[in-house]
């Protein structure tokens, strides 16, 4: 099992670009997890899914920021426009459906937005 | 606003020596609660997890108490080795169907040799 992947690992832009970041579950898995981690908060829960469907967005800072999932495979987080405060390490993670599975996190994506 | 807060960023200790991570939360609703262990550059891993209906879980080193009157956890690991040497995320759990996760700031910790 290649575990969850994500992709950049890294992420340097400009503020104002998008930013895509990109989130591949563990085949079976069928809840997604987006959570950015940053000093003074820690691990924060931006968005899931729950068989592909978002089901709490809550934690979504603005409008710039956009999740999706298209498919059980693979997930999206965009940042349009990005600005300095977006920089952080955005982490993904999946479950399995059991009561009380944990959660397997990715590597994460650094993002640094100059 | 924060519902799970660790309030020492970092704690050193000795190796060989007991390592307390402590964790507070202010939902009574929470009912799940876990330790993630985060090294440099990778994701968090999950390290052990405990029910609302007990007051202790162990496994090996690592044990979990949770006092749900006062609303905190801790996490102590025995002996303390190098290899312990990483960041802590305390995490908590409404709706164990969900699998949603609050965490807390963390608390790296240092075991010196």
């Known amino acids: 099992d290649a575990g969850v992947i994500q992709s950049p690992r890294h992420e340097v832009t400009e503020m104002g670009q998008e930013v895509t970041l990109r989130c591949k579950p563990i085949?079976?898995?069928?809840?997604l997890f987006w959570y950015r981690q940053t000093m003074m908060r820690g691990l924060e829960l931006l968005i899931y899914?729950?068989?592909?469907?978002?089901?709490?967005d809550s934690g979504m800072p603005e409008d710039r920021f956009s999740a999706k999932m298209p498919n059980a495979s693979f997930s999206t987080l965009k940042i349009q426009p990005s600005e300095p405060r977006d920089s952080a390490v955005y982490f993904c993670?999946?479950?399995?459906?059991?009561?009380?599975?944990?959660?397997?996190f990715g590597s994460g994506t650094q993002l640094s937005v100059l | 606003d924060q519902q799970v807060k660790q309030n020492s960023p970092s704690l050193s200790v000795q190796e060989g020596r007991i390592s307390i991570l402590n964790c507070d939360y202010t939902?009574?609703?929470?009912?799940?609660f876990l330790w993630y262990k985060k090294y440099p550059a990778e994701g968090p891993t999950f390290l052990i997890s405990?029910?609302?209906?007990?007051d202790k879980n162990e496994d090996g080193r690592f044990t979990v108490f949770l006092n749900k009157s006062a609303k905190h956890l801790s996490l102590h690991i025995v002996p303390s080795q190098p290899g312990d040497s990483a960041v802590y995320f305390c995490?908590?759990?409404?709706?164990?169907?969900?699998?949603?996760?609050?965490f807390g700031q963390g608390t790296t910790l240092q075991v010196k040799p």
């Open positions: 993670a999946s479950r399995g459906g059991g009561t009380n599975e944990k959660l397997f």
């Open positions: 085949s079976g898995h069928n809840s």
């Open positions: 899914f729950n068989n592909n469907v978002p089901i709490d």
């Open positions: 939902n009574s609703m929470f009912d799940y």
């Open positions: 405990i029910s609302s209906i007990k």
């Open positions: 995490a908590a759990s409404g709706n164990s169907n969900t699998g949603k996760l609050i």
